[in-house]
């Protein structure tokens, strides 16, 4: 998974690099107009998330000592959530601008989670936090700062870390295991590939507004379960959100 960030992280810089060689201001709005944007967003009940699975050894007690299967097998557990509300902040640089209704920018959505849940050991987790980086192409308002446009659209790809639960001390003890005190510490954060859309407008009151809706997939996960059979698994998360320039 930190492969798959690793190289997302280094095609963007690859087109920042492009950007920057090939985005030579010709015309005065590339010259005047700002390339950082701000915006603020909100979701409530409208962000979804299932997390990555932790597995714990299960031992083969029949065997002489105790030890792992061969091969080995797991006991699985993973936590999944609808939170309450989601707060996204959204900090935006411009890398390039073809003309005033359409550009290429690099972006990063980051959410924080409001939730409660009972973890599988039973006690307490809470919330979820999420830092993307998005490559967006930009069409209509919200382009740039200089076009007359008052609808526009966004599409996003991109990778991001998750971390869900944010807040938790889930552990688990592996039953009958021949090692003393082996503890197993739930798996809480993963890498995951990212794509959003959003449709904007501007308001009675002259402000940029859009829904947007993300949806991230991790890579799958597979094991074999405490009954010889092949388990898999792949986190994932959906939120759709209204969000609200600041400085636009």
């Known amino acids: 998974m930190k ?3 690793f190289t ?6 690859s087109v920042l690099l492009w950007s920057q060689e090939d985005n ?4 005065s709005y590339k010259e005047r107009s700002p390339r950082f944007f701000h915006s603020f967003g909100m979701s409530i009940f409208s962000e979804y998330i299932s997390g990555i699975t932790t597995t714990v050894p299960f031992y083969d007690t029949l065997s002489s000592p ?3 299967y061969s091969p080995e097998r797991f006991s699985d557990y993973s936590l999944q959530s609808l939170n309450v509300a989601s707060f996204t902040y959204v900090l935006r640089y411009t890398l390039k601008f073809f003309d005033i209704d359409h550009s290429l920018s690099i972006s990063s959505p980051m959410t924080l989670g409001l939730s409660y849940l009972q973890a599988n050991d039973g006690s307490g987790a809470y919330g979820s936090f999420s830092v ?7 069409s209509g308002v919200a ?6 446009k008052w609808k526009g659209w966004m599409v996003g790809l991109g990778a991001e870390l998750m971390v869900f639960p944010v807040v938790s001390s889930e552990q688990f003890k592996p039953k009958l295991s021949p090692i003393a005190g082996e503890v197993i ?14 449709y904007r407008w501007i308001s009675t009151y002259d402000k940029c507004q859009e829904i947007n809706l993300k949806v991230g997939c991790g890579l799958p996960q597979k094991w074999t379960n405490f009954e010889g059979n ?5 986190p994932f998360s959906v939120k759709l959100a209204y969000i609200f320039s600041i400085n636009y």
């Open 24 to 27: 030579i201001p010709i015309d």
């Open 185 to 198: 510490m739930g798996k809480h954060k993963w890498i995951q590939g990212a794509a959003e859309v959003s």
């Open 66 to 68: 105790t030890q792992v």
């Open 132 to 138: 993307p980086l998005m490559l967006q192409y930009h």
């Open 230 to 234: 092949k388990s898999s698994n792949v």
């Open 143 to 148: 382009a740039s700062f200089d076009t007359q």
């Open 3 to 5: 492969k798959v960030f």
């Open 8 to 13: 997302v992280t280094l095609l963007l810089l």
